[in-house]
């Protein structure tokens, strides 16, 4: 018996998400094919009623974020080596031993990736969540506060060496950090916009005892504020503020189940037209028609706070909490490599 790796697929690629597409070879090679009977849900925040039917599933480091796992969770088709975090354990209703850290720490171990001395590493990175690309002008921003700009849309091996290479790394994105601090490498977590979301971020902070508290950045554009303005409305709104873990866990049930409602599907397509997507092509529209820019005043603030956090010394888990994680993954690997 073989098994295939699910995991979400971006239109545009998405280098936290991509890098299952090799991962799991490099884990356990020859070990997964295209057997769509037996699915294993890799690294990402995966486990929703919209993952595709199996004859059985196996859960491996997977975590929750968006609405509700499948109606048949937990039944005998499904098996759980390990979740995120313990946020997702709660919401699923799993044991605390259920949960270890997010897979991405086992980059840690693949040679091609192993960590590097910090005397051999250079210069301070800035890696911003994928939506953030949509109206943002974070390489205009990176280039004023003399921060290297990475696109999490490139190639995932590159992103990885290029955190990997970095003395510092500026996370918006959250397997930007995660992946820094598999890497060793110092991290500050940073807010682009209220898009971010804080239960994913406890969910992974949690397992290494660091707190979450990012440095937000503001909007680098005007087409920017106003899409953050209006995420509220449309349900896009996951950034909680000095959120603890009670509070995200009682927000997110409550917003699931809003979601779930009959008319949230009708209410979001009309209400995102409304506030983002008429109001965005316009703007940028004059700002093309007129050859005009509204953005210089955004760009100068985030610059400012960007520099900041480049001189902040960031976060890292403690080598001892890192490694026993590390561990606890690897013998969940073993357990997987059985499974056939």
Not at 4 to 30: E, R, V
Not at 46 to 70: C, E, K, L
Request: aromatic share 12%; with cysteine; proline share 5%.
């Amino acid at each position: 018996m073989k098994l295939k790796i699910f995991y979400y697929k971006s239109a545009h690629g998405n280098f936290g998400d991509d890098l299952n597409s090799w991962f799991w070879d490099a884990l356990l090679p020859g070990f997964f094919d295209n057997n769509e009977d037996v699915r294993v849900s890799g690294i990402g925040t995966i486990i929703t009623s919209a993952m595709p039917d199996a004859n059985r599933w196996i859960v491996f480091s997977s975590g929750v974020g968006y609405g509700y796992p499948p109606t048949n969770f937990n039944s005998k088709s499904w098996e759980t080596i390990c979740v995120r975090g313990p946020l997702s354990a709660k919401i699923l209703g799993l044991p605390d031993d259920k949960y270890i850290t997010d897979g991405a720490a086992l980059l840690n171990t693949l040679t091609e990736f192993k960590p590097l001395p910090e005397s051999e590493r250079h210069g301070t990175i800035f890696v911003p969540h994928h939506h953030a690309l949509v109206t943002g002008k974070w390489e205009n921003v990176c280039k004023q506060a003399g921060v290297e700009f990475v696109n999490p849309q490139w190639d995932s091996k590159i992103v990885i060496q290029k955190i990997r290479n970095a003395k510092l790394v500026l996370a918006d994105a959250m397997h930007a950090a995660i992946i820094a601090d598999a890497m060793r490498v110092p991290w500050v977590p940073l807010i682009t916009s209220s898009q971010i979301n804080t239960f994913k971020w406890l969910d992974w902070t949690q397992t290494i005892n660091l707190p979450y508290s990012p440095m937000v950045l503001g909007s680098s554009s005007l087409r920017e504020y106003m899409r953050d303005k209006f995420l509220h409305i449309y349900g896009e709104r996951y950034f909680l503020p000095n959120a603890d873990v009670e509070f995200a866990l009682s927000n997110f049930e409550r917003q699931r189940k809003i979601k779930n409602s009959k008319w949230w599907g009708s209410y979001y397509d009309l209400t995102c037209l409304a506030f983002h997507r008429v109001p965005n092509k316009g703007m940028r529209m004059i700002e093309d028609g007129f050859n005009i820019n509204l953005d210089n005043r955004f760009i100068d603030n985030s610059a400012k706070i960007l520099l900041q956090a480049k001189n902040s010394s960031g976060f890292l888990s403690d080598d001892n909490k890192f490694n026993d994680n590390l561990e606890r993954l690897l013998g969940g690997v073993k357990k997987l490599s059985k499974l056939r």
